[in-house]
């Protein structure tokens, strides 16, 4: 069974000076990372404390168990991995907002009473908005062809990331998020799928759906359907990526239209983010996949690819990645790890933009070019300037549900770049800063508002918005 680098030890300790610090050097010369300490019983003869520990790798287990159990005076009562018991039962539950305490709350809430409602919804659909939990809750639909640092897990496997991505809504944004693990994997069969379940639900969250299936699950749907329907990994990821640009341009001193980008990585967040840019106003923006630069006149196979060919490379720019990288401003990589070296940003301009975004492992590790670059970005906690989809999703569709929007536009995904750029003050803003945290608690709303009113602007919304647009 797989393991998680994060366990507690709970450890019995003869009660004498010095036997506790035994026991955090051998985790120390164990290549160990040790958190909090916690005392859960003591006794003149004995002590019971409660060790948090992060291990180097997963190999690492067996041989600092066996070194603790070579300290006399110490025994192991009890070894548990942090990651599973957060995830015991799962991560989310069904709650009644409304109690069932007696009879007539039973007629009230069941039959006879909502056969009222039934007739209201059935004579005003949009009246499913404010009567039933439509107006506050999406659909988070999945097959798990294509889980992030994973691949194709299938949709059991699929369901804890799903809960998780869940747990976000709801935590973030009040929403509520349910996984659809769906156990078929032919595009028109999920959007069959989807479309059948589509009435119970305000907006579809599709997930970790392998490219290129996911273009056209997501075209089909959002034509078929009168509510909003967004790829995350797409456009979540494209718009997060936009906002950290839009603050590292002017922690750099340049301009969004007079800039060369150049992308790594032509799947389903490659072609997002190079399409958001473009409505964004840059101009020179290359994109590069296995076989290097996209153009016209090197036009991929891939259908998916072909909108990158006619649209991207004005200068029909030749070559691999390290060739075309030369006298860049920002380079953005969501490709895989070890893509470039010093050398190749050496090569970029002044004071380059570089955004490593594969995960685990960045294009390349930022201890590398700290001196060099401008502002670096990568999608890892570990380090600043994280672009994490997180900051995104929960406050959009906060906004699409409160509006009852019918789609997610790119106006509305501007808008919400530009809104989670903005919250980083001019004071606030730096090399290091370019991003909010995901536990800002400006960030859901402020996106959501600018989703809402770009809504109304652009004619999505279903309603206008009390007191905001007249």
């Not at 750099?252 to 150049?262: P, S, T």
């Not at 290097?292 to 036009?299: C, D, E, H, Q």
Request: charged share 20%.
């Amino acid at each position: 069974m797989a393991m998680s680098l994060n366990i507690t030890i709970k450890l019995k300790l003869l009660n004498k000076p010095g036997n506790l610090a035994k026991v955090l050097s051998v985790i120390a010369q164990e290549g160990g990372s040790l958190g909090a300490i916690d005392l859960i019983s003591a006794s003149p003869s004995h002590v019971t404390r409660e060790l948090m520990v992060r291990l180097r790798d997963r190999n690492h287990y067996n041989s600092l168990l066996e070194a603790l159990q070579r300290i006399s005076q110490v025994q192991i009562l009890q070894v548990a991995d942090r990651v599973f018991n957060r995830h015991l039962g799962g991560k989310i539950e069904v709650n009644p907002r409304r109690p069932v305490l007696n009879w007539e709350d039973l007629s009230l809430v069941y039959t006879p009473g909502v056969a009222a409602i039934c007739e209201t919804i059935d004579e005003h659909a949009d009246m499913a908005y404010k009567l039933t939990m439509k107006g506050n809750t999406v659909a988070i639909v999945t097959d798990g062809s294509a889980i992030l640092g994973l691949g194709n897990l299938g949709p059991t496997a699929a369901l804890p990331v799903m809960e998780g991505k869940a747990v976000l809504f709801k935590q973030f944004a009040n929403v509520d998020a349910i996984p659809l693990c769906l156990d078929i994997h032919e595009p028109q069969q999920i959007i069959d799928a989807v479309i059948a379940l589509a009435p119970s639900f305000g907006g579809i969250n599709l997930e970790d759906i392998a490219a290129p299936k996911c273009f056209i699950i997501e075209e089909t749907l959002k034509e078929r359907l009168q509510i909003p329907v967004f790829h995350d990994d797409q456009h979540g990821t494209a718009v997060v990526t936009l906002a950290g640009l839009i603050n590292a341009l002017k922690v750099v001193g340049k301009k969004i239209d007079n800039i060369k980008v150049v992308l790594n990585g032509a799947g389903a967040a490659g072609i997002a983010i190079t399409k958001l840019l473009i409505n964004a106003g840059v101009a020179d923006i290359i994109v590069c996949d296995r076989k290097g630069a996209i153009s016209k006149a090197n036009k991929p196979e891939e259908l998916s690819k072909l909108w990158v060919a006619e649209n991207t490379n004005p200068r029909e720019v030749k070559g691999s990645l390290k060739e075309v990288i030369k006298g860049a401003d920002a380079f953005i990589g969501v490709s895989g790890p070890g893509q470039l070296n010093r050398e190749d940003i050496l090569s970029m301009s002044d004071n380059p933009v570089v955004f490593a975004l594969a995960n685990p492992e960045p294009e390349i590790q930022p201890e590398e070019i700290y001196d060099i670059a401008g502002v670096i970005a990568t999608g890892r906690s570990d380090y600043p300037n994280q672009i994490n989809n997180a900051l995104v999703f929960p406050g959009l569709f906060r906004g699409a549900l409160n509006c009852h929007a019918r789609t997610i536009n790119t106006e509305m995904c501007l808008a919400a770049a530009n809104a989670l750029a903005e919250i980083v003050t001019e004071e606030q803003l730096g090399a290091e800063n370019i991003i909010p945290s995901i536990f800002n608690e400006q960030v859901a709303p402020a996106v959501a508002r600018a989703v809402e009113e770009s809504a109304e602007l652009t004619g999505v919304a279903r309603k206008i918005l009390p007191g905001e647009i007249q």
